[in-house]
């Protein structure tokens, strides 16, 4: 089946810092991508919906200049988190949908910025 | 908007059978689905129900679905300790849309 590739699985970073994440398709080619956030003990948050060879939709609230992302092949959507502060530190999962339903989640990546 | 709503928390004996319920508002919904959270880890699809089915099993996983009143089930037979984990309720229309997850209901299974 398709897989997500996410990577790096855990990073620890100073406050102040940028931190990229990258979700690859392995076997598929993504034109969609979304990113989700998870606070501890909460649900998925969808932060944006990124597309290959165009800007990200972000959702309300979430602060573009401060999650970069980029979609700049079908196999490979970034996230940078940009002067990353504590309040930052939460774990974030990619997923895309190529016909399957219900779409395939990378692993997640926990983010801890000190 | 759309919204899922599930109960947090879930304790069984194991070998008893889990149930864990979920309520969602979109009645465009065309998936709704199960997910799968261990600890550290990101999410496994468990199953899946189209929305003019309702009831799907598949092996130890038993959906019912009631469109009517959009309530979402899933039974959980000879529940073991590996199924302790976070389960999410999450529905969407077709296509390549995002999901909407619920909370998140954590199953602890006692020896």
């Known amino acids: 089946g398709a897989v997500v590739s996410q990577h790096p699985s855990r990073v620890i970073c100073k406050s102040g810092t940028s931190v990229k994440i990258e979700c690859r398709s392995l076997?598929?080619?993504?034109?969609?991508m979304f990113w989700y956030r998870q606070f501890p003990k909460q649900s998925l948050m969808l932060m944006a919906t990124?597309?290959?060879?165009?800007?990200?939709?972000?959702e309300q609230g979430v602060e573009k200049d401060k999650f970069l992302i980029n979609h700049a092949s079908l196999t490979l959507s970034t996230l940078t988190v940009t002067s990353a502060h504590p309040e930052d530190s939460s774990f974030y999962i990619c997923?895309?949908?190529?016909?399957?339903?219900?779409?395939?989640f990378g692993s997640g990546t926990r983010l801890t910025v000190v | 908007g759309e919204d899922v709503e599930q109960s947090l928390f879930l304790s069984v004996r194991e070998g008893d059978s889990s149930v864990i319920n979920c309520t969602y508002t979109?009645?465009?919904?065309?998936?709704l689905y199960w997910y799968k959270q261990e600890p550290g880890a990101g999410l496994q699809l468990l199953t899946y129900?189209?929305?003019?089915?309702d009831m799907k099993q598949d092996q130890r996983l038993t959906v019912l679905l009631n469109k009517k009143d959009k309530h979402l089930s899933l039974r959980i037979a000879d529940t073991q300790t590996g199924d302790s984990a976070i389960y999410f309720c999450?529905?969407?229309?077709?296509?390549?849309?995002?999901?909407?997850f619920g909370k998140g209901t954590r199953l602890s299974v006692i020896a």
């Open positions: 990124s597309n290959e060879g165009s800007k990200a939709t972000y």
């Open positions: 997923s895309a949908r190529v016909g399957d339903p219900g779409g395939t």
């Open positions: 999450a529905e969407s229309p077709a296509g390549n849309t995002p999901l909407v």
């Open positions: 076997d598929f080619q993504a034109t969609t």
């Open positions: 979109d009645s465009s919904s065309t998936y």
């Open positions: 129900i189209f929305s003019n089915m």
